[in-house]
């Protein structure tokens, strides 16, 4: 990295977490907080005047405009700044939800400040973060130069039906074939990928465009 600071903004509808989230990035010799916002559409009014913004820490349930909703009017008016997902949450849904949105990685509230800053930087020097919630094995085959493994129809139907909160054995209906079957299909793409969870299948379909969303 350069000696050039990192830009940043925060938003989070709690201003006790927010500022002080704030106060603490600053004191990181290589990060610059530009504004701090409650929710998007205050978001919204603020980037107008910080367009050299280079990452924002998203919180995810605000008020008016949630971070699912933010963060997808940033990838389409400011595709260039990137979104670093900070919740309360650990679920697959909300991970799931934040990266479909167009976040770039994911990280607990709960963080230690050195992780928070490592998924910063990374986040800045390689596009996206990829930590143990979201499938850690993922970063190895992202980063990885190999050729696109192959995958049959069903697999790619199977893979669609993942990033939906349907249950393996509703997939399995959705698909008119048997629970086991399904479950032949997700052993069939971890070892084919080398990944352990349904959360990096998803990740891992969503940043090599198998899927829509």
Not at 121 to 144: A, C, P, Q, W
Request: glycine residues 6%.
């Amino acid at each position: 990295m350069s000696d050039k600071k990192i830009s940043i903004a925060v938003v989070d509808d709690h201003t006790l977490f927010r500022s002080g989230l704030a106060s603490l990035l600053n004191e990181f010799d290589d990060i610059s907080i530009s504004f701090e916002a409650e929710n998007g559409i205050d978001f919204q009014d603020k980037i107008k005047f910080h367009s050299h913004v280079q990452l924002v820490l998203m919180d995810i349930n605000m008020p008016l405009m949630d971070g699912y909703e933010t963060t997808k009017w940033i990838k389409n008016n400011y595709p260039h700044i990137l979104v670093l997902a900070l919740s309360m949450f650990d679920n697959e849904k909300e991970i799931i939800g934040m990266l479909k949105a167009g976040a770039g990685g994911y990280l607990v509230k709960e963080s230690k400040p050195v992780d928070l800053h490592l998924a910063i930087v990374t986040m800045v020097e390689k596009g996206f973060y990829v930590n143990e919630l979201v499938s850690g094995r993922l970063l190895t085959s992202l980063k990885n130069d190999k050729l696109t493994p192959h995958f049959t129809e069903k697999e790619l139907a199977f893979l669609q039906f993942c990033s939906s909160e349907l249950t393996y054995k509703e997939i399995a209906d959705k698909m008119g074939v048997s629970p086991r079957t399904v479950d032949n299909y997700r052993e069939a793409l971890f070892a084919k990928l080398n990944i352990k969870s349904r959360t990096g299948l998803v990740v891992y379909a969503i940043k090599n465009g198998l899927i829509s969303i």
